[in-house]
């Protein structure tokens, strides 16, 4: 099992926010704060089990889909895959 303090969690979502600030913007850095919560009884330097902290934290995956989302009109993805099957995979 692994396990991380709740402080530890919240550094790694500074430094990711920071490093992430320019391609999802002020919305999705406010959007992440919101989704973090701050419980009352929570010891911050306890260890706790990863998956708690996920719940609590959100890190990484959350970056990645307010990185990659685009609206429906706009998919790029299509075109990619489209390019992909013409060449085969070959890169």
């Known amino acids: 099992m692994i396990?991380?303090?709740?402080n530890e969690a919240l550094r790694i979502q500074r430094a990711?926010?920071?490093?992430?600030r320019q391609s999802i913007g002020r919305k999705g850095v406010k959007a992440i704060k919101a989704k973090t919560i701050y419980p009352v009884d929570i010891r911050?330097?306890?260890?706790?089990?990863?998956i708690d902290i996920n719940k609590l934290v959100p890190?990484?995956?959350?970056?990645?889909n307010l990185l990659f989302y685009r609206p429906k009109e706009y998919c790029p993805v299509k075109h990619a895959w489209h390019d992909a099957i013409r060449r085969g995979f070959n890169y």
């Open 3 to 6: 396990k991380m303090t709740f």
């Open 16 to 20: 990711q926010m920071a490093y992430y």
């Open 44 to 50: 911050p330097d306890e260890h706790m089990d990863v």
């Open 59 to 64: 890190r990484g995956v959350a970056f990645e």
